[in-house]
């Protein structure tokens, strides 16, 4: 599944599950309004059905309160997976008017930004991942700005040379479409990546 959506963002989606199965162990979440961004992505353990209903658990909460603290709202998270398989999650939020960029992550999931000069963020996410235990979330705030390029993914994207992929003059979509053709049609792990810009 591939898509893209007219926002103040320009984005693409793509998700692919293991072995074409019927359900996919990841799930994203995006949500925008005037003033922020908000993109969530969570991993559930293994795949599958299980998988996929401790993935759904995590993005049911982000939904109730998509503004909320991001600390606050991984530990809702943490609450709601209880009791589940666990997952891996990561949460990004810009904010527009001051142009910072905040991160919480726990587990596999990558991110990377890449600024309109070319510098590469990748804030790393704490080892570990959701499973009703109480721990402890760590925020990280960077800096974007006009142009910039971000990609999250899930684990089952095995992409080198990331920053290529951020600094080429292609549209996000074409980048997008460069990306999935690195993906097996049948792959043997959930696969999920969105990629987008920032206005400039």
Excluded: W
């Excluded at 006009?146 to 089952?156: N, T, W």
């Amino acid at each position: 599944m591939a898509g893209t959506a007219e926002n103040k963002i320009d984005i693409f989606t793509f998700q692919r599950a293991k072995l074409l199965q019927q359900y996919c162990g990841d799930i994203f979440y995006i949500y925008e309004n005037d003033n922020q961004f908000l993109c969530v992505l969570a991993d559930g353990l293994g795949s599958g059905h299980e998988a996929h209903v401790a993935a759904k658990a995590v993005i049911d909460t982000v939904k109730k309160e998509p503004e909320e603290d991001l600390v606050l709202m991984m530990e809702h998270c943490n609450q709601a997976i209880s009791g589940l398989r666990g997952a891996a999650v990561a949460i990004i939020r810009a904010d527009f008017d001051t142009k910072k960029l905040s991160y919480v992550g726990l587990g596999n999931i990558r991110f990377y930004m890449v600024d309109n000069h070319a510098k590469l963020s990748f804030p790393l996410s704490t080892t570990g991942f959701l499973s009703g235990k109480r721990q402890h979330f760590k925020q990280k705030v960077l800096e974007f700005k006009p142009g910039s390029k971000f990609l999250i993914h899930s684990d089952g994207l095995v992409l080198k040379k990331v920053k290529n992929y951020l600094t080429s003059s292609l549209c996000v979509v074409k980048t997008g479409h460069t990306i999935e053709r690195l993906i097996p049609d049948i792959p043997m792990d959930d696969v999920t990546f969105v990629i987008g810009k920032f206005p400039e």
